[in-house]
């Protein structure tokens, strides 16, 4: 049966009592998205599943996205984008060190996808675990006289220049990428689209500024609101068994992943992406 159990007071639900791989109803199947919404990131436990099943069960969230330049993208399944420090024939089979320092996946984009499914296959012994915070209850924790003066403030985020913090083992943007990567603009204070709950998006450890400020009253505002929305109130661990499944929805959370030695362990992880809101509701497989 069908258990909902919140992780921390922050954030998070643990959802037992299911086998993703098997049709779920559609009164489970809004259970569970609904809880996703409502604390923005979802663990599953003990979950095999194969790279066409994962594709499927994301379906169940919203539109499967896939990075078509990504050289990192699984041969047979591209929806899947591998993130592993694995080598094959002495090249890597995926990303080794993305995703180190808080953030919201592509925001450097115009539209950034709405959320990201990580499944482990290989996980070390210790370090690799992946931090989310959620960025509604540190909204809601803001001070008043803060959440007003946020209100209408815009981010402007460079990708050029948070590509050493996302990526420091690639090299710096060449000259064509330069030209490519426009800077683009987000609310500091999103509305969610499904839930319209308002949530902090203020990115991590990368270097945004707020449009309009001056770099003296921008960069101190951004870093208070970044070391705001980590607190351990709002943030939640998770240290990796294999068979996890972690969903969490990017237009309210943030997330990181941590160290592990690299030389010695290996990580294999198979992530999702979702790019856009379910059509419909009700995508289970059952009534
Ligand atoms: C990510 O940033 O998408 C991946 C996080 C992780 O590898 O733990």
Redesign the pocket.
Known sequence: MLELVPITEGIGTEVRGIDVTRPVSDVDLERIYQAWIDTTILVFRGQDMTPTQHVEFTRHFGEVFTYTRSQFNDDEHPEILI?SNITRDGKPIGSAY??RVW?S?GAYLTDPPVG?M?YAREVPPEG?D?WYGNMMAAYDALPPAVQERIADLKVVISRVQSRPYNYPDRPAPTEKERAEWVDVTHPLVRVHEVSGRKALYAGGNVPWRIEGLSEDESAPLITFLQEFSVQPRFTYCHRWSVGDIVLWDNRSAM???TYYDHVKHRRL?H?TTISGVRSAAGTGSEA
Request: charged share 20%.
């Open positions: 993130l993305s995703g953030h996946d990201s990580l690799g992946t997330h990181r992943a992880m992530r």
